[in-house]
């Protein structure tokens, strides 16, 4: 299958300030980039999707100007959580597909945002 | 919209033995795409097998196979010899057929497997 590298993969950020997570696709271009967030013991809620030219599609009750996805090129795409606060302490996952080639999406290894 | 559930929060199989995990789900179309998908300690999202649903045959991959029911909303994993490996939470998933702009995974609240030496 593909890789999907996601850095960093944990960090440790100051409440107030902005934490970038970026997911790059290394061996294939990215049409298609997801974005999920998962609690503790529980499952992936999916944040946003952006699809390849177009600006992300957030889902209901995430907030877009907290959560600035940007997908900058067809192999990267980045989270950049905003004025972070600890409620946002999380493990954050990318998966990235090129929809003209698989069905199926990769998936990056994880962040794990700490905020303090 | 579609919702995927597992029934089954935690379960746990002996070395060697087979263990199947169960997965429901709801949805009005005709044609999608349902996933198993394994997340070790690692936390990292590894599928473990696929299946297109206007393919009758149930999918297999070596250890794992699926029991694909339809018409029952139906999709369980079957794990024969089980190994200490397959520890690991897993997610069931569904996605829509491609329909651009469409195409997000809808998951399951996951079981985890516990492998018994």
Redesign the interface.
Known sequence: ?AVVSQHPSWVICKSGTSVKIECRSLDFQAT?M?WYR?FPK???M?MA?S?EGSKA?YEQGVEKDKFLINHASLTLSTLTVTSAHPEDSS?Y?C?A?D?TVW?????G??TRLTVV | AQTVTQSQPEMSVQEAETVTLSCTYDTSESDY?L?WYKQPP??????VI?Q?AYKQQNATENRFSVNFQKAAKSFSLKISDSQLGDAAMY?CAYRPS?N??N???T????TRLTIIP
């Open positions: 299958g298609t997801f998962q529980q499952s992936l999916l999707t699809n599609t493990f996952i998966s597909r929809r069905t199926e999406a990769f998936f290894q994880g | 795409y996933f690692s936390r990292q999202m590894i599928l696929r297109e997610f491609d651009f702009g195409e997000k995974l998951f399951g609240t996951g």
